[in-house]
């Protein structure tokens, strides 16, 4: 059973970079046929996606972020990170890893979540 | 890219049928075969409930369907069960190689 865990700072300062890490455990994400992806949810709103990555490092990103998005693989500790530069309080959110197998187009697999507040 | 359009909310009474609404366009919705739904309890993670328009993953009751009509993709729930109360968000691949969600709709059981 594929679990996902989020990781990283709850409290990010103004024009800072938010990092964040998803922890896979149950597969290896080295043996590729998925893509890893984030997707964040504003307080009380709906879901947004933010982009995913391939175990080969192929990236594709929200095009309203892609600006300050980078997503990357660490395959030797399976997990792979978001960072998001010069948030705002705009950015405070719960920030969501997820999975998408290569072929489909839903998330089948979660982690539980992570709140992340902008604010000085 | 802009969020696909559902009600913001909609109730109905245990044992009924309800349906949510999901409108795109032909660049989402209307383009691909990839729509899914998920449903969300508070304070949990999203869970896949319907992926593919009309398939549900292993384990999704069968009281859950999907279906679509042009830009507009739709979920229906059947005999209403207290426990299906929650957030439900649809989702479609778009032409620009990306994911879009919908703004959620809000099921109470009466």
């Not at chain 1, 949810?41 to 892609?66: A, C, F, M, R």
């Not at chain 2, 913001?8 to 609404?21: D, E, K, N």
């Not at chain 2, 009309?54 to 229906?76: D, E, Q, Y």
Request: proline share 4%; hydrophobic share 25%.
């Amino acid at each position: 059973q594929v679990q996902l865990q989020e990781s990283g700072p709850g409290l990010v300062k103004p024009s800072q970079t938010l990092s964040l890490t998803c922890t896979v455990s149950g597969g290896s994400i080295s043996s590729g046929g998925y893509y890893w992806s984030w997707i964040r949810q504003h307080p009380g709103k709906g879901l947004e996606w933010i982009g995913y990555i391939y175990y080969s490092g192929s990236t594709y990103y929200n095009p309203s972020l892609k600006s300050r998005v980078t997503i990357s693989v660490d395959t030797s500790k399976n997990q792979f990170s978001l960072k998001l530069s010069s948030v705002t309080a705009a950015d405070t959110a719960v920030y969501y890893c997820a999975r998408r197998e290569d072929g489909e187009l839903h998330f089948d697999y979660w982690g539980q979540g992570t709140l992340v507040t902008v604010s000085s | 890219q802009s969020a696909l359009t559902q009600p913001a909310s909609v109730s109905g009474s245990p044992g009924q049928s309800i349906t949510i609404s999901c409108t795109g366009t032909s660049s989402d919705v209307g383009g691909y075969n990839y729509v899914s739904w998920y449903q969300q309890h508070p304070g949990k993670a999203p869970k896949l409930m319907i992926y593919d328009v009309s398939k549900r993953p292993s384990g999704v009751s069968n009281r859950f369907s999907g279906s679509k009509s042009g830009n507009t993709a739709s979920l229906t729930i059947s005999g209403l069960q207290a426990e299906d109360e929650a957030d439900y968000y649809c989702s479609s691949y778009t032409s620009s190689s990306t994911v879009v969600f919908g703004g959620g709709t809000k099921l109470t059981v009466l």
